[in-house]
């Protein structure tokens, strides 16, 4: 049974990235967790299953001007020790410019799953 969508837009857009890069066989597949489950609450978002089977977990959060991506990933990681990828996604830039969002996500997690 299909999974409902959920409404957070920086999440939607790296989920259309993974599974783009799933196709393109970049990686094996991911999960996407639900709002307030156990793994959401370790601060994982997506759980990455890359091409060597090994797992990356993800955390995604919205890019805006009030915190910077750098501060951000401080906080997460100051209360998520284990999960050090995180991902800022420029959400109010959907409408004007969207295509680059996809190409700076797709960037970005390229360079994280071959770090």
Do not use: W
Not at 18 to 26: D, H, I, N, T, W
Not at 37 to 63: C, S, Y
Not at 94 to 110: F, G, I, N, Q
Request: overall charge positive; some cysteine.
């Amino acid at each position: 049974m299909p999974r409902p969508r959920l409404s957070n837009p920086a999440e939607e857009v790296v989920e259309k990235v993974l599974e783009k890069m799933a196709e393109a066989g970049a990686i094996s597949g991911f999960f996407r967790n639900r709002p307030n489950d156990r793994l959401d609450e370790e601060g994982m978002d997506f759980l990455i299953i890359l091409k060597n089977k090994l797992a990356l977990p993800l955390q995604v959060k919205t890019a805006n001007r009030r915190e910077s991506c750098e501060d951000k990933f401080r906080k997460h990681k100051k209360k998520h020790p284990l999960v050090n990828f995180l991902i800022c996604v420029p959400v109010g830039l959907l409408a004007s410019d969207s295509e680059r969002v996809y190409r700076e996500v797709e960037r970005d997690l390229k360079s994280m799953i071959n770090a």
